[in-house]
Structures are given as C-alpha cells and as structure tokens.
Nanobody, 123 residues
Framework: QLQFVESGGGLVQPGGSLRLSCAAS????????IGWFRQAPGKEHEGVSC????????YYRDSVKGRFTISRDDAKNTVYLQMNSLKPEDTAVYYC?????WGRGTSKKGEDWGQGTQVTVSS
C-alpha cells in the first residue's frame, strides 16, 4: 500500500500563501501521477490538481487556476502544491494520493485516504 505524508498546512489570512508538501514513504513518487485533493467540512472530496510527468500533464480545477501551482522534485521524492491568493473557500483538509490525471480532471486511485493537512483561510 502506497503511503503519503502531507504537510505544510496552517492558518493563513485571505490573500496569503502556503506550500503543501507530499512525501512518499518506501516508494518512488516519480513512478506515479500524483493528485492533490481536498475535503471541506460537510462536503465530499474534490480533486484540486494533479501532475502526470510521464505525459507532461498538469490539471487544476477552475477555482484554483492561476493561484495554485503543482510541482514535483523527484530527487526529494516530494510533490508540492504552492497556493497563493488563498480564499476562505479554500479552507479544507488537503490530501495527496496516487491518481488518474488527465487534462480535464483527476481521480484518486484506491480507497484509503491519508491524514491530510489542514488549511484554514480566515481573518
């Protein structure tokens, strides 16, 4: 079972920035397309962004386009999500996972979720 460790969340004011990190345990992230997902209180999980380096694809949901940037550093076995101009509606627990990643969306592979990292955008 693939295990991911998310970090970098926190409390930030609207307009602020955070960089989330997704580290792999015991396997190479470079072999997988990786997605970032989030779950706001009372809502379902939703795909935020993904990166599939093998085919040169990145995806962003419309509400984060131009504000979030996904990247990967295979030497550090880590995928990042740089989040700028944060809005209160970005408040959620953010998760990373192996994913199906295509130009118009992303979906998580497997059923289990990791612990995630809490992002709270509030003044």
């Amino acid at each position: 079972q693939l295990q991911f460790v998310e970090s970098g969340g926190g409390l930030v004011q609207p307009g602020g920035s955070l960089r989330l990190s997704c580290a792999a345990s015991g396997f190479s992230l470079g072999n997988y397309a990786i997605g970032w997902f989030r779950q706001a209180p009372g809502k379902e999980h939703e795909g935020v962004s993904c990166i599939n380096s093998r085919v040169g694809i990145t995806y962003y949901r419309d509400s984060v386009k131009g504000r979030f940037t996904i990247s990967r550093d295979d030497a550090k076995n880590t995928v990042y999500l740089q989040m700028n101009s944060l809005k209160p509606e970005d408040t959620a627990v953010y998760y990373c996972a192996a994913a199906h990643c295509w130009g118009r969306g992303t979906s998580k592979k497997g059923e289990d979720w990791g612990q995630g990292t809490q992002v709270t955008v509030s003044s």
